[in-house]
């Protein structure tokens, strides 16, 4: 049968700049990792610059030839903070460029080349009855299929947290659109990271993270055996956090299940900034704190109840997420910076969180990018407990 990343090739093969032989196998041995190594061992010139903001400067903090990398999913919480919602920021310098080739897809067009061409990941589909959703327009209320997805998560049974767990355990799949601009041609990568994170129990204790390098999802919905693909590989990256600097979210054990308190206890604590709406705030918190804890079915039952309450969600219909699971998708629109929109995909059967997507819906700015277009998305795949920072729950 033939894989997903065969499926892009073939389907990329007549605009690719390089024939696939070029790089065949490649990826796998010893001293192209080497070669890579020493191409990307100076660092980069890069200089950040938030493009997916319309109102930021073009011209500020910028000399003329270096790299622009632009953050469609920028972090609006401080630099430094860990999140497994936060976004890649990839100044793509030549050997850059070519170790994306290398593990997933980069392609590089000019700047007058129609947006449409320039590739991401495959939009899933959403169907409501009558037929396919649009991703422009509004939605009905999905105050009805929130409450319904509450009772789902309600009837389930709380699990039993052993004796011996001193960690929180996750493991995600997660990608977001990496473009640089460079000479008048713009440059996208589609390479999505799996992710093990431990986070104690103990705020004493440390917070292991462990990413390693996807196989991306780009045709189609994938699976559970493509999205975890490179869950057994070498890590990319292994680091530990102290708990208290870097978890953007509490334990769901210190917060509350009524809605009203629960609302409150999800918003930050200071002030954010004026075209950042509640309802923003606290859908992102919801995907922040499936990202860090093993969320239990009573605490979802009363997140949905939550956002029950906020006329701005609306339903977006039944869909498969990119790990082949069956989910109903509810989406919030953001109209600050770039318009947005935030979709999360939600079990019907347990009322768990299985999966978030953030999609650019009328307009992509300079990103170069055909709209509607996915710039990010997050798989839940595995949640549970361990005894300690080396074992998966």
């Known amino acids: 049968m033939t894989d997903d990343l065969t499926d892009v090739r073939r389907l990329l093969a007549p605009i690719d700049p390089a024939p696939p032989e070029t790089f065949a196998g490649a990826a796998w041995t010893p001293r192209a990792r080497a070669t890579l190594r020493g191409i990307v061992s ?13 109102k930021a400067d073009p011209a500020a903090g910028r000399r003329p030839g270096r790299w622009r990398a632009f953050d469609v999913a920028a972090r609006r919480r401080a630099v430094g903070r860990l999140s497994v919602r936060r976004a890649t920021i990839t100044g793509l310098t030549a050997g850059c460029v070519a170790a994306a080739l290398l593990a997933g897809i980069t392609r590089w067009v000019p700047a007058d080349e129609p947006a449409a061409r320039v590739p991401t990941v495959a939009m899933l589909s959403y169907h409501r009855s009558g037929g396919e959703s649009s991703m422009t327009g509004s939605l009905p209320s999905a105050r009805p299929i929130l409450l319904r997805l509450a009772k789902a998560a309600g009837r389930q049974p ?3 947290r052993p004796a011996a767990a001193g960690y929180s355990y996750l493991r995600l799949n997660e ?10 041609r713009t440059g996208t990568a589609v390479v999505p990271t799996v992710t093990e994170q431990w986070t104690p ?7 292991r993270r462990v990413e390693r ?17 490179a869950a057994a590989g070498a890590p990319e990256s292994d680091d530990v956090f102290a708990a208290d600097a870097v978890l953007s979210s509490r334990s769901p054990d210190r917060l509350p299940l009524d809605a009203a308190a629960l609302r409150r206890a999800l918003l ?15 859908v992102r918190a919801v995907i922040d704190l499936h990202s860090e804890w093993n969320v239990p079915p009573r605490l979802s039952a009363a997140l949905w109840r939550m956002l029950a309450g906020w006329p701005g ?3 977006l219909g039944r869909t498969t997420d990119r790990a082949g699971r069956a989910g ?16 999360l995909v939600i079990d019907p059967g347990t009322g768990r969180l299985d999966s978030s997507e953030e999609i650019l819906t009328t307009d992509a700015g300079k990103l170069g990018v055909g709209v509607p277009a996915v710039i990010g998305y997050r798989l839940f795949l595995r949640r549970g407990w361990a005894p300690d920072d080396r074992t998966p729950g």
Do not use: C, F, K, M
């Open 42 to 54: 100076s660092p980069p010139d890069a200089t950040v610059n938030p493009a997916a903001d319309p």
């Open 158 to 160: 709380e699990p039993v």
């Open 175 to 184: 990608w977001n659109l990496s473009v640089a601009v460079s000479g008048g």
């Open 201 to 207: 129990l103990s705020p004493a204790d440390q917070v």
């Open 213 to 229: 390098r996807g196989a991306p999802i780009v045709i189609g919905y994938g699976s559970e055996r493509t999205a975890a693909a």
């Open 268 to 282: 930050p604590p200071g002030p954010v900034p004026a075209d950042v709406t509640e309802a923003e705030e606290l």
């Open 313 to 315: 969600l609306g339903y």
């Open 328 to 343: 109903e998708a509810v989406a919030l629109d953001v109209t600050r910076g770039l318009p947005r929109r935030l979709v």
